[in-house]
């Protein structure tokens, strides 16, 4: 089992910056891949950012050159660094883990962190 618990989100004016982190604990050395995905009202959770172990850190078109995930492999942590932000950035953002294993994989999910975004 894989425990996620995300902080960093509040309000912010458009334009600034936050940053997310999200903690992990549990089976961590199973992990092969973190990252963070966001769901807005009324619409379907949407990939953010994903960083595995092995191979390239994919974003959302909507963040790409705005936001930079980082990984802090001695503290188990994930990062999100949101810069230029926009009011459709507005979401509840979701740390993600996944194991994969012979057969199938495993997702985990943090519990979510509210992001707003004012104009």
């Known amino acids: 089992q894989v425990q996620l618990v995300e902080s960093g989100g509040g309000l912010v004016q458009a334009g600034g910056s936050l940053r997310l982190s999200c903690a992990a604990s549990?089976?961590?050395?199973?992990?092969?891949?973190m990252g963070w995905y966001r769901q807005a009202p009324g619409k379907q959770r949407e990939l953010v950012a994903v960083?595995?172990?092995?191979?390239?850190?994919n974003y959302g078109d909507s963040v790409k050159g705005r936001f930079t995930i980082s990984r802090d492999n001695a503290k188990h942590t994930v990062y999100l660094q949101m810069s230029s932000l926009k009011p459709e950035d507005t979401a509840v953002y979701y740390c993600?883990?996944?194991?994969?294993?012979?057969?199938?994989?495993?997702?985990?999910w943090g519990q979510g962190t509210q992001v707003t975004v004012s104009s």
């Open positions: 993600h883990a996944a194991r994969i294993v012979i057969g199938g994989r495993y997702d985990y």
């Open positions: 549990g089976s961590i050395s199973s992990i092969n891949t």
């Open positions: 960083m595995p172990n092995l191979g390239s850190t």
